[in-house]
């Protein structure tokens, strides 16, 4: 089984600006969960969907969003973008979420100028 | 509130034991993962305990829990330097919903011959 794949791999932008994030999760995961690694903070918890819709929330502002579609497939978008946004996205995809274990992808590297 | 913390750097000799450790602070924490992170990778998922074990062994690694102190660590026997990367101890359980993982800081392993 293919594992879970995010894109890009990398990404530049700069403050101010947009990005959406995607990530496709391992066939017949249904729950795609999405954290923020920084070296100030390390890994955070940013969201989890199941089914389309968003099941839990860590502490971040309203500018990071995100959504699920119905083949699972999942994208997190961040608005207005702050230096402090520079960081590694990881996603991970479990069957059901819940008790069940996530799996990571490679993440997505965003740097903001 | 959750807490995970964790020593932050270990330097062992190729083919001695490593012993990482970590302390969490939600009583309630039903899993205790260990992931491994090589640079530039996402998260890789070495062993998961449930709250009701003790000891859980596969292969070179060695999980061991204390739930009365909140204990938790990771043993790996003859250490290679393929071991060489940061290790990730997380929990999760009800408090904060079972597919949010908490993570502590990361232990970095260096293994030298």
């Known amino acids: 089984k293919a594992g879970v794949t995010q894109t890009p791999r990398y990404l530049i932008k700069t403050r101010g600006q947009q990005v959406t994030l995607s990530c496709s999760p391992i066939s017949g995961h249904r729950s795609v969960s999405w954290y923020q690694q920084t070296p100030g903070q390390g890994l955070q918890f940013l969201f989890e969907?199941?089914?389309?819709?968003?099941?839990n929330k860590g502490n971040f502002p309203g500018r990071f969003s995100g959504r699920q579609f119905s083949n699972s497939r999942s994208e997190m978008n961040v608005s207005t973008l702050e230096l402090g946004d520079s960081a590694l996205y990881l996603c991970?995809?479990?069957?059901?979420?819940?008790?069940?274990?996530?799996?990571f992808g490679p993440g997505t590297r965003l740097t903001v100028l | 509130g959750e807490d995970v913390e964790q020593s932050l750097f270990l330097s062992v000799r190729e083919g001695d034991s490593s012993v990482i450790n970590c302390t969490y602070t939600d009583s309630s924490s039903t899993y205790l993962y260990w992931y491994k992170q090589e640079p530039g990778a996402g998260l890789q998922l070495l062993t998961y305990i449930f709250s009701n074990m003790d000891m859980k062994q596969d292969q070179r690694l060695t999980v061991l829990l204390n739930k009365k102190d909140k204990h938790l660590s990771l043993r790996i026997a003859d250490t290679q330097t393929g071991d060489s990367a940061i290790y990730f101890c997380a929990e999760s359980g009800p408090a904060g919903g079972y597919n949010k993982l908490i993570f502590g800081a990361g232990t970095r392993l260096a293994v030298h011959p």
């Open positions: 969907y199941f089914s389309e819709t968003q099941r």
């Open positions: 991970a995809s479990s069957l059901e979420g819940g008790l069940d274990t996530q799996y």
